[in-house]
């Protein structure tokens, strides 16, 4: 598959995601793909349990892309994911093999203020 027909698929994954179409959603992924969230220590295997642990979350979700960037193998997603109106900053990074995703490790950061050290250099 060609980067620029991944980065469609991408973008129909991530549309799907803030849609609510499961199915849609993980058609990416290969049958075997394994999802890491690294700050709860959570390892998900195969395409099943992955569209079945995120159909189960009862949170109403919100995904807004901010970015993609990527090439060949590798993949990275930077977005909002906003749970019941909270957002949390997140990013993907997804390992593509023969068109799909192998593996895929998600990263969340919860929004805070600058320290009054640095506020007076931000642009806000």
Do not use: C
Request: glycine share 6%; charged share 30%.
């Amino acid at each position: 598959m060609e980067d620029d027909e991944f980065r469609t698929a991408l973008e129909r994954h991530w549309a799907a995601s803030d849609a609510g179409d499961f199915e849609l959603e993980h058609e990416i992924y290969r049958e075997d793909a394994l999802l890491e969230y690294p700050q709860s220590g959570e390892r998900i295997r195969g395409r099943w349990k992955i569209r079945k642990s995120r159909f189960l979350q009862v949170n109403k979700k919100r995904f807004s892309v901010s970015r993609i960037v990527g090439s060949d193998g590798l993949w990275v997603t930077q977005f909002i994911l906003t749970y019941d109106g909270v957002p949390s900053y997140a990013v993907s990074i997804m390992e593509v093999a023969n068109g799909l995703v192998a593996q895929e490790t998600q990263y969340f950061g919860n929004p805070f203020d600058p320290a009054p050290s640095r506020a007076h250099l931000v642009d806000r």
